[in-house]
């Protein structure tokens, strides 16, 4: 069984950053991806960004140069850098980690972007 926490989420203003975390406990072997969803009410979820096993990170258009993917392997611990935040940035940000073909979810963490 994994279990994931995200944290980091908050109120923040256009042009503001934020960092997200995502803890991983349990039983944690050949992990196949790690990333962040978003989804945004009344849409569907989206990738944000992902860091493959032996992959290089992908990033979802809309964010390339602004948010940054990093893991602490050691810790269990996946990040996401949010800078130049916009307001079509509000969301729930999702940790998911796929394991042995597995995925699983976090219960997100809430980002809002207003003045």
């Known amino acids: 069984q994994v279990q994931l926490v995200e944290s980091g989420g908050g109120l923040v203003q256009p042009g503001g950053s934020l960092r997200l975390s995502c803890a991983a406990s349990g039983i944690i072997f050949s992990i196949n991806a790690m990333g962040w969803f978003r989804q945004a009410p009344g849409k569907q979820r989206e990738l944000v960004a992902i860091?493959?096993?032996?992959?290089?990170?992908h990033y979802a258009d809309s964010v390339k140069g602004r948010f940054t993917i990093s893991r602490d392997n050691a810790k269990n611990i996946m990040y996401l850098q949010m800078n130049s935040l916009k307001p079509e940035d509000t969301a729930v940000y999702l940790c998911?980690?796929?394991?042995?073909?597995?995925?699983?979810w976090g219960q997100g963490t809430q980002v809002t972007v207003s003045s």
């Open positions: 998911n980690v796929v394991m042995r073909g597995v995925n699983y």
């Open positions: 860091i493959p096993s032996g992959g290089n990170t």
